[in-house]
């Protein structure tokens, strides 16, 4: 089972920007497809931005052309820079990866955006 481990959270002030990274304990490319989640407190965890072993990139319209999903297959590493923050986008986020009939979640790493 592979591990997955963020980092790059943090206080921020809205208009600033955070990278997010996601360590991966095995190779990323083994995966269909590598994703960044968010949840609010009191809410659902939503997707947040995708990226597919084909390189197809997703993101939720509530960030788009704010956040870019990358990854370093050599490193096995996902990154999730995120600019232009908002206080809305406050939230623990959490790195997941698919296989077929199963998806791997990370611990999650806490952003928050002062107003």
């Known amino acids: 089972q592979v591990q997955l481990v963020e980092s790059g959270g943090g206080l921020v002030q809205a208009g600033g920007s955070l990278r997010l990274s996601c360590a991966a304990s095995?190779?990323?490319?083994?995966?269909?497809?590598m994703l960044w989640y968010r949840q609010a407190p009191g809410k659902q965890r939503d997707l947040v931005a995708a990226?597919?072993?084909?390189?197809?990139?997703t993101y939720s319209d509530s960030v788009k052309g704010r956040f870019t999903i990358s990854r370093d297959n050599a490193k096995n590493m996902v990154y999730l820079q995120m600019n232009s923050l908002k206080p809305e986008d406050t939230a623990v986020y959490y790195c997941?990866?698919?296989?077929?009939?199963?998806?791997?979640w990370g611990q999650g790493t806490q952003v928050t955006v002062s107003s």
């Open positions: 990226i597919t072993r084909g390189g197809i990139i």
């Open positions: 997941a990866a698919d296989r077929d009939y199963s998806r791997a």
């Open positions: 095995g190779s990323i490319f083994s995966f269909n497809a």
